[in-house]
């Protein structure tokens, strides 16, 4: 059984700050990658940023510059510094894990979703 854990969601103004956590527990081996989606009422979700477990990021362009995703791999956990906010950055913001669970078995675990509201 895996679980992820995430906080750090909330009501922010334009330009404004947040960070998201996100704890991964339960039985894996280890961390593949982890990333960050969202979505918005009407869309898609989409990525918003991923870090491999040797520590290589990827943005997508919408956010390069402004967020800065990061892991603390003794935790099992993976942040999402997101600055200089925009109202457009307004969604639902998921943690999605890729874990080892066996030596040549991965699966990806999602977790329950955090609001993230832009507004003045």
């Known amino acids: 059984q895996v679980q992820l854990v995430e906080s750090g969601g909330g009501l922010v103004q334009p330009g404004g700050s947040l960070r998201l956590s996100c704890a991964a527990s339960g039985n894996f081996l280890s961390i593949y990658a982890m990333a960050w989606y969202r979505q918005s009422p009407g869309k898609q979700r989409e990525l918003v940023a991923s870090i491999t477990g040797g520590g290589r990021t990827n943005y997508a362009d919408s956010v390069k510059g402004r967020f800065t995703i990061s892991a603390d791999n003794t935790k099992n956990t993976v942040f999402l510094q997101m600055n200089n906010l925009k109202p457009e950055d307004t969604a639902v913001y998921y943690c999605?894990?890729?874990?080892?669970?066996?030596?040549?078995?991965?699966?990806?675990?999602w977790g329950q979703g955090t609001q993230v509201t832009v507004s003045s």
């Open positions: 999605n894990a890729d874990l080892r669970i066996q030596l040549i078995v991965r699966n990806q675990y």
